[in-house]
T-cell receptor, first 111, second 112 residues
Framework: EDQVTQSPEALRLQEGESSSLNCSYT??????LFWYRQDPGKGPEFLFT???AGEEKEKERLKATLTKKESFLHITAPKPEDSATYLC????????????FGTGTQLKVEL | NAGVTQTPKFQVLKTGQSMTLQCAQDMNHNSMYWYRQDPGMGLRLIYY???????DKGEVPNGYNVSRLNKREFSLRLESAAPSQTSVYFC???????????FGSGTRLTVV
């Protein structure tokens, strides 16, 4: 059974204080690992897809990296508008179109 | 650009009542999905439709039915609502495969 574990559950940062969110996964044959951002009262918004170990993708202050067991979402010099819940999900070979999601990391960036 | 539209946004049901959650997408995506989101449980797949005319069960299908009405629309029906179905329901769509799901804004359902 696919498993996705995200840590920490919640993270409070000061503006400009860089940090990383972790997504550990267990899946038989990874086809893709996804990162989403979810604002309160809204649906998740797609950020990145990573396909193989060693791959990195960047968007503004966010950089996602992937190893064979985990993915990190690095947030550099965060701003209050980066406050959101960040979700990780995996797609496995032979899993049809289904994604398995983690429970998310709730990030709050304060002035 | 509407993307994925869900109706209603909020609903309160009594135990045993039925209702249908509606979802429509305007991106010409082939695949559509219904998820529920509960605190501490993450997003769990209820049903999905890989293409028009097909539907498949996800992780938590019991108590739900779906209809892929056409390429644009995918509805979720609760035949006899139970308090355990209190949740936030999200519809999503994607092109072939799950790459870059686009989610709707959700339906917050309370069953009393």
């Amino acid at each position: 059974e696919d498993q996705v574990t995200q840590s920490p559950e919640a993270l409070r940062l000061q503006e400009g204080e860089s940090s990383s969110l972790n997504c550990s996964y267990t899946v038989s044959g990874l086809r893709g690992l996804f990162w989403y951002r979810q604002d309160p009262g809204k649906g998740p918004e797609f950020l990145f897809t990573l396909y193989s170990a060693g791959e990195e993708k960047e968007k503004e202050r966010l950089k996602a990296t992937l190893t064979k067991k985990e993915s990190f979402l690095h947030i550099t010099a965060p701003k209050p508008e980066d406050s959101a819940t960040y979700l990780c999900a995996v797609h496995r070979t032979g899993g049809g179109n289904k994604l398995t999601f983690g429970t998310g990391t709730q990030l709050k960036v304060e002035l | 650009n509407a993307g994925v539209t869900q109706t209603p946004k909020f609903q309160v049901l009594k135990t045993g009542q039925s209702m249908t959650l509606q979802c429509a997408q305007d991106m010409n995506h082939n695949s559509m999905y219904w998820y529920r989101q509960d605190p501490g449980m993450g997003l769990r797949l209820i049903y999905y439709s890989a293409s028009e005319g097909t539907t498949d069960k996800g992780e938590v299908p019991n108590g739900y039915n779906v209809s892929r009405l056409n390429k644009r629309e995918f509805s979720l029906r609760l035949e006899s609502a139970a308090p355990s179905q209190t949740s936030v329901y999200f519809c999503a769509s994607s092109d072939v495969g799950p790459w870059g799901y686009t989610f709707g804004s959700g339906t917050r359902l309370t069953v009393v």
